[in-house]
């Protein structure tokens, strides 16, 4: 599949010494500029436009090589600028060679990121039986998701909430929807979350036998009791001078319990 990428340049807020021709004042010059590349076909394009006051004001017609005005105003600076031809040929000089270069260049640098492609891990989470289900997809590049429920195989759109993507710590995104339901819904119907990311799909299917989020925390929360125990055993033992039993040791080396 093709892909055409482009290289941009913005500038604005800035007065052109001889380059504009317009009325003495303060005014607002927005200059948009840069370049394309087809990496299927190899077709590439400039483009170089200023903006007057907001309003579109003079463009380059690369394959023509001329400036083009779409307001009366404009008509003097685009005789002017036409008029300079070493001036238009340093323009297709570098739209069509140095820009594209650049281009390459930059996406060289950045085809690391720009093709990296990570698949979200999916959960199904609830709180207690009778509250909502939230369908969380997380760890995936790049950004763009689609999540959808799915009612004993027909798509299902009712008392549904889809959240934003959000950024994870590592680069890579989190999103999440939520399913509100009765206990009586999911339990005589199967619900479904559908993610599909980068041309994946994955499926998660809601059973009766999900485990809500607060049994899961009740189960850290326990463990996190025993090992707790267990430093603070070790601690005291520590403390009341407690040391490991010596075993005497036979002729042969061996010890002896």
Same mark, same amino acid.
């Given at each position: 599949?093709? %892909?055409?990428?482009?290289?941009?340049?913005?500038?604005?807020?800035?007065? $052109?010494?001889? !380059?504009?021709?317009? #009325? +003495?004042?303060?005014?607002?010059?927005?200059?948009?500029?840069?370049?394309?590349w087809?990496?299927?076909?190899?077709?590439?394009n400039?483009?170089?436009?200023?903006?007057?006051?907001?309003?579109?004001?003079?463009?380059l017609?690369?394959?023509?090589?001329?400036?083009?005005?779409p307001?009366?105003?404009g008509?003097?600076?685009?005789?002017?600028?036409?008029?300079?031809?070493?001036?238009?040929?340093?323009?297709?000089?570098?739209?069509?060679?140095?820009?594209?270069?650049?281009?390459?260049?930059?996406?060289?640098?950045? %085809?690391?990121?720009?093709?990296?492609?990570?698949?979200p891990?999916?959960s $199904?989470?609830? !709180?207690?039986?009778? #509250? +909502?289900?939230?369908?969380?997809?997380?760890?995936?590049y790049?950004?763009?998701?689609?999540?959808?429920?799915?009612?004993?195989?027909?798509?299902?759109?009712?008392?549904?909430?889809?959240?934003?993507?959000?950024?994870?710590?590592?680069?890579?995104?989190?999103?999440?929807?939520?399913?509100?339901?009765?206990?009586?819904?999911?339990?005589?119907?199967?619900?479904?979350?559908v993610?599909?990311?980068?041309?994946?799909t994955?499926?998660?299917?809601?059973?009766?036998?999900?485990?809500?989020?607060?049994?899961i925390?009740?189960?850290?929360?326990?463990?996190?009791?025993?090992?707790?125990?267990?430093?603070?055993?070790?601690?005291?033992?520590?403390?009341k001078?407690?040391?490991p039993?010596?075993?005497?040791?036979?002729?042969?080396?061996?010890?002896?319990?």
């Amino acid at each position: 599949m093709a %892909k055409v990428f482009s290289l941009i340049g913005r500038l604005s807020n800035f007065y $052109l010494h001889n !380059k504009l021709l317009f #009325s +003495s004042g303060v005014h607002t010059v927005q200059n948009m500029y840069g370049c394309d590349w087809d990496d299927e076909t190899g077709a590439t394009n400039g483009f170089d436009q200023y903006g007057f006051d907001g309003e579109d004001f003079l463009a380059l017609h690369l394959k023509e090589l001329r400036w083009v005005s779409p307001v009366q105003q404009g008509s003097l600076t685009q005789q002017k600028w036409n008029d300079d031809k070493a001036q238009l040929e340093f323009y297709k000089q570098y739209y069509e060679n140095q820009c594209i270069e650049w281009l390459k260049k930059y996406l060289q640098y950045g %085809k690391s990121s720009l093709e990296k492609t990570v698949s979200p891990q999916v959960s $199904l989470l609830q !709180k207690s039986s009778s #509250s +909502s289900v939230l369908c969380h997809a997380t760890g995936f590049y790049p950004s763009g998701v689609t999540i959808s429920w799915m009612k004993n195989g027909q798509d299902h759109y009712e008392n549904v909430d889809l959240g934003e993507p959000l950024p994870n710590e590592d680069g890579t995104f989190q999103k999440t929807s939520t399913l509100k339901v009765t206990p009586d819904e999911w339990k005589n119907n199967e619900f479904s979350c559908v993610v599909e990311h980068q041309g994946k799909t994955i499926t998660e299917i809601l059973k009766d036998d999900s485990v809500p989020i607060g049994i899961i925390v009740a189960v850290v929360v326990a463990v996190l009791l025993v090992v707790s125990g267990v430093v603070g055993f070790v601690v005291y033992r520590k403390k009341k001078g407690f040391k490991p039993v010596p075993q005497e040791q036979s002729d042969d080396g061996s010890n002896k319990s």
